[in-house]
Each structure stands twice: as C-alpha cells, then as structure tokens.
C-alpha cells in the first residue's frame, strides 16, 4: 500500500471528499488506503494479465463473499518480486496463501491480490549449512532429494533447503532416505516455512528439538520494496529475527528456508484412554454443576501437575479431554522409545488418575517405529506424496479443523487396536468441529479461472475465520492445578485439546527469536473453540493472567492481543516492521503493527488517529469477512439447544 500523501493531508483530502457527499468522489482513492475494483484508478484485465502472466481473475461471487479480485501462483522468487511490485504500484491490498490452514484467516481478504505460493517447491540436504549473504543454493522443484556425506559432523550444521510451499510430510518424505528428519506440524499439511514456522510452530517433538522459529537457518524473502533479500544470523538479522516468531504474512514473501536437519530417531507412540463412569455429557456442557464429573477433573488436573516432570524425561503428545474421559498419544523418541520406559513413566500416573471418584479404567497400547518418519507417515499416510502437487489437497478439502485433519489417523488407531469402539470415538470427539464443518466455508475450489493450471496442482483454499482459542500453561500453572478452584479445573478438564507442544530443548534455547517469551516456560498449549460460554480459556486465563497465546491458534478478536501473542518482543517486533514495511504493504491482523490500519468501506486504510485506542486491546477487524458458523456445526452434531447467535 503505497502513502502518496502524508496522513495529514490524506485527512484533509477525505474530509473534501466525505464533504462532495458524492458517491463517485469515492473513484479518487486516497493515498492512505487500497484500491478497488470499483475505482478508477484499479488495473485492467490488460494491465494484470501483462505484469503478471497466467494470473487468474476471480469468477463471480460464490454465495456472495468477499474474496480477493485476482490470484497469481508464483513459480520462482522473481514471479513473486513482479507480484509485489505491481500490487505496490497499484496500491492494492495483497494477501498470501500457502496451505490455507490459517484460524484466523489471514490468507484471504476482500479484495486485490490472492498470491498463492504453494507451488514454490523443492528441497535440497547440505552437511554443513554457512551463513552468506547470496543465501543457500535454492532446490530446484521436482529433483528428488541428492544422499548427502558427512551428515552431523561436529561443529558441522547439516541442515535443508525448501520451497515455502513444502508441507511436513512432503519435507520429510524427502528427507527420509537420508534417515534425516525436521521438525514440522504435528499436523502434516501445514507448510514448514509458512505461517507454522513464522509464528512459532509446535510438533510432537518441539519439547526435544525445540519450537518452529528455533529450526529456521536463513529465509529468503521478497520485502514491500518487491526484492528479494536474504535473512540469516549474518545478513539482515533484524528481519530473520522478525521472522521467526513475529508471525505469517507480515514481513514480505517467503520463497524459500534453510532448517536444521537431525538423524532420524526411533519412536514409540503410547496410545492412553482413561474413562470415567460418572460423568456426564450435560456436565461437559455446563448444564449441571460439574458435581458428576468432580473426580474426573481431579483425575485430570492431577496428570496436569504432572506433566512438568514427564515432559523434563522425555514425553510428548496430544490428547483430547472428552465428555467422559481423556485420551490421546504420547510419543517418545531416541533411547526413551521403548515400551518399558513408556510404560514407567505413564502407568503410575494413570494409577493415581484411576483413584480418584468415579474413574474406572484406563488402557493403553504401545506402537514401535524404527524412525520418526515411520511414526509420522503412520499418522499421514496420504499427504505430501509426490513432489509435483500441493501436498495438501486431500486433507484440505476434506477438512481444515475437524480432528483427521489436525491429528491424521492419531484416533483411528484406537479403533483400529480394538481400544474403543468406533460409534464411542466419534461421540467422544464429536464436539470437535469437523469435516462438516469446512463443507460450509464460504469457498468453492473452483473459484479461481481456470481451477487447475497442472494436472495435479490441488489450490490452497482459504476457510474463512474459525474461533480458535488456546492458553500456553507453564510449570506453575500446572503444578498448582489440583489446589485451584472447582470452575479451573473443570474449565482445564473439559472442553479442551491438551497438547504438549514445548519443553527442555525449547526452553534451552533462550530469547533469540520474536515467538512470545511465554513459549520459553511453557509445556502445554490448552485450547478450544472461542465460544463462551460453551468453549473458551478465558477461565483459564483468569487462573493464569501471566500465561502466553499461541497465534495461530487464538481467537481472531481476543483482547490484550500484543501482549499475549509477543510480550515483550513486541515494541522491537513494531520497529523492525515499520523499516521493513512502512505503509503496511503486508497487512495480516492479528499482526504486528496491524493496528496503523484499519478497514473502511472494503479499503485497507491507514488508521486514523485515535484509532488504535478505540480498539481497547482488542485485535483490529480484517477485511476478510468470511467464517465458520461454529455454532450451527455444534448444534447439527449434538443437537444441543443452544441458541444461533442473536437468538
Ligand atoms: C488442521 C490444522 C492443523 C494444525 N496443526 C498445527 C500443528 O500441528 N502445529 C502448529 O503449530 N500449528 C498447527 N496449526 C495452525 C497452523 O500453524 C496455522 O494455521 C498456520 O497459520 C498455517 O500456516 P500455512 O502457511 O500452512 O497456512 P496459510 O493459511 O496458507 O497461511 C497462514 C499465514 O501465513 C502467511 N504465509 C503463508 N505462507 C507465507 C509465505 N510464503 N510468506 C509470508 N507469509 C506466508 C499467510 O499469509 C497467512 O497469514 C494447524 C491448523 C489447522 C487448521
């Protein structure tokens, strides 16, 4: 978004025109906001279709959303450098897809630009990664991955580079014949180096390796001025440093990454289940006093007090608190991946769990894996196969947030070890929102003229904002867990995904990136859907006004949002964005500095003064208008009598 004029005279100008009282004086586009199509000075089909070869005009309004007017799918950085060029020429809005997995929808917007990078592909292996400033050599897309020598030599960093369209099982798919593996999504279709990577990033083993932001080497990036720059610990380390952890979208275009690589361990996957025969599902939401449920949420903030001291020796994994229980894998890696040790740290806590009212059973199944990517590819069988396509497709358009497509076949396996029974998975699970869900995103994939440009390129989709919500708890959180109120720990145990998404390794490695502090004490990451009063932490929050967010998993209007999603990093992370972008060219809210801007009439336009304060703390409003009826998928999956909004 390029200022022509300063932000005084740009309120002088819209007073002249708010004064014309014309609707056509809105053809003359102030400075301080985008253009759109309805303006005069928007580019032509000629115009795009000359800058841009092969860009794709949008067809017309499916359900009548709001979606971006044109989109490009780069195929090399300089696609890219000519993408940001021509949007700051025109001073149009530019939003950037990758996977499209974003909650808080970020990788869409109501007008301009849709850049979709996910065909920048190819990964390479190097035994001894050095810093430069041409930056690492780039992979060239559909070359299979060449076997490396000397691979973790000492003072040697072996490490991989990547198109920022690679999703974690492509990358690790890739990486496996050199027995290498690199830390990505615990759900395999988020892109490493995308909003995953930028924002923080955990994975089922983020607790031994460390977080996303702590694996990155070097970034190469088109910044607003529309070039390509290197970013690495010796050539702009301001904006490497941005980077990691100040979130996706808002520095410029990844092309490409450099990340660490590590010798593939063995893995042991600990599948647990513990019930309990009292509670209810009416407790679960919050029709009763919880009474029925009381020994199941001691149960369960008892294996919270615990989870410090198991993840210091070793353990990792994901769980669901459901209606009636608790359940969810854990994994161990290395020379902690045998049943033995598993089974030692796991089966004293679930005898304690087994004492408390009502808990009757629990039960457990152990799988072995000679490597990681044995276990992962295990959990993602159908994704990232090739090197040509997206990665992403199938469990894109099958679903964005349900649970096969943030845990794979992590709950399948239950079923399929005999260890619940289908009908009763699905009923555990059931208030997770799912495929149905995403079948409702205001999206069609043929959206875009023509659909397919490759035979078998599978087009990111944007699903619109989803009401995610997440706490990162740390040791004090959770030890002090069983002496907390009733209400806290009913709120940790019910309604809630526990995942441990941090631990040794990432608390080890300091505060040399911009992720919020909070990931550097944190062990897990408690969330649910934003819809108080059936689904939020904001009880949790109460209990621990001190604890961080995770970004990409937050609610997309959450109050104190600087603060909980990059604490004390924040006033440098506002600096370093206003000499990279000045005029906010990548606008992405929640973001850094996403309150200079604000939305009027469709524009994304400077914020006028007193803005910012108006807002109270509370995240800027996105152009992009398009969600999830969270509510309407709850009511169809459990009939629960809960009003629509508004009613
Ligand atoms: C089913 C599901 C599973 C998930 N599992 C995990 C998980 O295991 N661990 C975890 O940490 N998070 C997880 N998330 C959250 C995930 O990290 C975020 O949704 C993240 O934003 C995805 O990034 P993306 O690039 O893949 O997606 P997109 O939606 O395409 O992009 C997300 C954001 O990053 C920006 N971006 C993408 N590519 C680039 C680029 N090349 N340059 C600059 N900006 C870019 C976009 O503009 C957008 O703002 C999950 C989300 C879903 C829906």
Same mark, same amino acid.
């Given at each position: $978004?390029?200022?022509?004029?300063?932000?005084?005279?740009?309120?002088?100008?819209?007073?002249?025109?708010?004064?014309?009282?014309? @609707?056509?004086?809105?053809?003359?586009?102030?400075?301080?906001?985008?253009?759109?199509?309805?303006?005069?000075?928007?580019?032509?089909?000629?115009?795009?279709?000359?800058?841009?070869?092969?860009?794709?005009?949008?067809?017309?309004?499916?359900?009548?959303?709001?979606?971006?007017?044109?989109?490009?799918?780069?195929?090399?950085?300089?696609?890219?450098?000519?993408?940001?060029?021509?949007?700051?020429?025109?001073?149009?809005?530019?939003?950037?897809?990758?996977?499209?997995?974003?909650?808080?929808?970020?990788?869409?917007?109501?007008?301009?630009?849709?850049?979709?990078?996910?065909?920048?592909?190819?990964?390479?292996?190097?035994?001894?990664?050095?810093?430069?400033?041409?930056? *690492?050599?780039?992979?060239?897309?559909?070359?299979?991955?060449?076997?490396?020598?000397?691979?973790?030599?000492?003072?040697?960093?072996?490490?991989?580079?990547?198109?920022?369209?690679?999703?974690?099982?492509?990358?690790?798919?890739?990486?496996?014949?050199?027995?290498?593996?690199?830390?990505?999504?615990?759900?395999?279709?988020?892109?490493?180096?995308?909003?995953?990577?930028?924002?923080?990033?955990?994975?089922?083993?983020?607790?031994?390796?460390?977080?996303?932001?702590?694996?990155?080497?070097?970034?190469?990036?088109?910044?607003?001025?529309? #070039?390509?720059?290197?970013?690495?610990? #010796?050539?702009?380390?301001?904006?490497?440093?941005?980077?990691?952890?100040?979130?996706?979208?808002?520095?410029?275009?990844?092309?490409? *990454?450099?990340?660490?690589?590590?010798?593939?361990?063995?893995?042991?996957?600990?599948?647990?289940?513990?019930?309990?025969?009292?509670?209810?599902?009416?407790?679960?939401?919050?029709?009763?006093?919880?009474?029925?449920?009381?020994?199941?949420?001691?149960?369960?903030?008892?294996?919270?007090?615990?989870?410090?001291?198991?993840?210091?020796?070793?353990?990792?994994?994901?769980?669901?608190?459901?209606?009636?229980?608790?359940?969810?894998?854990?994994?161990?890696?290395?020379?902690?991946?045998?049943?033995?040790?598993?089974?030692?740290?796991?089966?004293?806590?679930?005898?304690?769990?087994?004492?408390?009212?009502?808990?009757?059973?629990?039960?457990?199944?152990?799988?072995?894996?000679?490597?990681?990517?044995?276990?992962?590819?295990?959990?993602?069988?159908?994704?990232?196969?090739?090197?040509?396509?997206?990665?992403?497709?199938?469990?894109?358009?099958?679903?964005?947030?349900?649970?096969?497509?943030?845990?794979?076949?992590?709950?399948?396996?239950?079923?399929?070890?005999?260890?619940?029974?289908?009908?009763?998975?699905?009923?555990?699970?059931?208030?997770?929102?799912?495929?149905?869900?995403?079948?409702?995103?205001?999206?069609?994939?043929?959206?875009?003229?023509?659909?397919?440009?490759?035979?078998?390129?599978?087009?990111?989709?944007?699903?619109?904002?989803?009401? $995610?919500?997440?706490?990162?708890?740390?040791?004090?959180?959770?030890?002090?867990?069983?002496?907390?109120?009733?209400?806290?720990?009913?709120?940790?145990?019910?309604?809630?995904?526990?995942?441990?998404?941090?631990?040794?390794?990432?608390?080890?490695?300091?505060?040399?990136?911009?992720?919020?502090?909070?990931?550097?004490?944190?062990?897990?990451?408690?969330?649910?859907?934003?819809?108080?009063?059936?689904?939020?932490?904001?009880?949790?929050?109460?209990?621990?006004?001190?604890?961080?967010?995770?970004?990409?998993?937050?609610?997309?209007?959450?109050?104190?949002?600087?603060? *909980?999603?990059?604490?004390?990093?924040?006033?440098?992370?506002?600096?370093?964005?206003?000499?990279?972008?000045?005029?906010?060219?990548?606008?992405?809210?929640?973001?850094?500095?996403?309150?200079?801007? @604000?939305?009027?009439?469709?524009?994304?336009?400077?914020?006028?003064?007193?803005?910012? @304060?108006?807002?109270?703390?509370?995240?800027?409003?996105?152009?992009?208008?398009?969600?999830?009826?969270?509510?309407?998928?709850?009511?169809?999956?459990?009939?629960?009598?809960?009003?629509?909004?508004?009613?």
């Amino acid at each position: $978004m390029k200022l022509l004029i300063s932000p005084t005279l740009a309120l002088l100008f819209q007073h002249v025109i708010g004064a014309s009282g014309t @609707e056509t004086s809105r053809q003359f586009v102030p400075g301080n906001c985008t253009v759109l199509k309805t303006d005069t000075t928007f580019p032509t089909l000629a115009q795009w279709q000359s800058a841009l070869p092969g860009v794709l005009p949008r067809k017309v309004n499916w359900l009548g959303t709001a979606r971006p007017d044109y989109r490009y799918i780069p195929k090399s950085a300089s696609d890219v450098e000519k993408a940001v060029q021509f949007v700051t020429k025109h001073n149009l809005r530019i939003s950037i897809i990758n996977t499209g997995h974003d909650y808080q929808g970020r990788n869409d917007a109501s007008s301009g630009l849709s850049l979709d990078v996910s065909q920048l592909r190819g990964v390479t292996v190097t035994s001894n990664f050095i810093p430069t400033s041409e930056g *690492a050599k780039s992979p060239v897309p559909g070359q299979p991955v060449a076997l490396v020598s000397n691979l973790h030599a000492p003072g040697k960093q072996s490490a991989a580079t990547f198109g920022v369209g690679v999703v974690g099982s492509e990358l690790n798919r890739a990486l496996k014949a050199s027995k290498l593996f690199a830390v990505s999504g615990g759900a395999a279709t988020v892109s490493v180096a995308g909003g995953w990577g930028q924002s923080g990033g955990h994975s089922f083993v983020s607790h031994l390796y460390g977080i996303g932001v702590d694996q990155f080497l070097e970034f190469k990036v088109v910044t607003a001025d529309g #070039k390509l720059k290197v970013a690495n610990s #010796k050539t702009n380390p301001d904006l490497f440093w941005a980077l990691r952890g100040g979130g996706g979208g808002a520095w410029g275009v990844v092309t490409e *990454a450099t990340v660490k690589v590590y010798p593939s361990p063995p893995t042991v996957l600990y599948l647990v289940a513990i019930n309990s025969s009292t509670a209810t599902l009416n407790s679960y939401l919050n029709r009763t006093d919880g009474k029925d449920a009381a020994g199941l949420y001691d149960a369960i903030a008892y294996l919270g007090s615990q989870f410090p001291s198991m993840v210091d020796k070793g353990t990792g994994g994901i769980f669901l608190t459901t209606p009636y229980g608790f359940m969810g894998g854990s994994i161990f890696v290395g020379e902690n991946a045998t049943e033995a040790y598993a089974k030692s740290i796991w089966e004293p806590v679930l005898n304690k769990m087994k004492t408390f009212p009502g808990m009757d059973r629990w039960v457990a199944s152990i799988s072995v894996y000679p490597m990681y990517q044995d276990f992962f590819t295990t959990m993602w069988p159908g994704v990232g196969k090739t090197t040509g396509g997206s990665g992403t497709g199938e469990s894109l358009t099958n679903a964005t947030t349900g649970v096969s497509a943030r845990y794979g076949n992590l709950f399948k396996l239950f079923v399929d070890k005999g260890m619940v029974r289908e009908r009763d998975l699905r009923e555990h699970l059931s208030f997770i929102p799912t495929e149905r869900q995403s079948k409702r995103s205001p999206q069609a994939p043929s959206d875009w003229t023509p659909y397919t440009t490759t035979g078998d390129y599978s087009p990111p989709n944007a699903h619109g904002k989803f009401p $995610m919500d997440n706490i990162l708890l740390d040791r004090k959180h959770l030890e002090g867990l069983p002496s907390a109120p009733f209400q806290v720990k009913r709120a940790f145990a019910s309604r809630h995904i526990i995942e441990i998404v941090s631990g040794p390794a990432t608390h080890a490695k300091g505060n040399d990136t911009s992720v919020v502090p909070a990931w550097r004490k944190a062990y897990i990451s408690c969330y649910s859907p934003y819809y108080p009063p059936y689904a939020s932490a904001d009880t949790l929050r109460g209990y621990a006004p001190d604890a961080g967010a995770y970004v990409n998993e937050a609610y997309y209007g959450a109050k104190n949002w600087k603060n *909980a999603f990059w604490g004390t990093n924040y006033p440098k992370l506002s600096e370093i964005k206003s000499k990279w972008d000045v005029n906010n060219t990548f606008w992405v809210t929640p973001g850094v500095n996403a309150d200079h801007m @604000e939305v009027r009439d469709g524009r994304v336009c400077q914020a006028l003064p007193g803005s910012a @304060e108006k807002l109270n703390g509370i995240v800027p409003t996105s152009d992009n208008p398009n969600g999830i009826d969270l509510m309407a998928n709850l009511r169809d999956f459990m009939g629960l009598g809960v009003p629509y909004r508004g009613q």
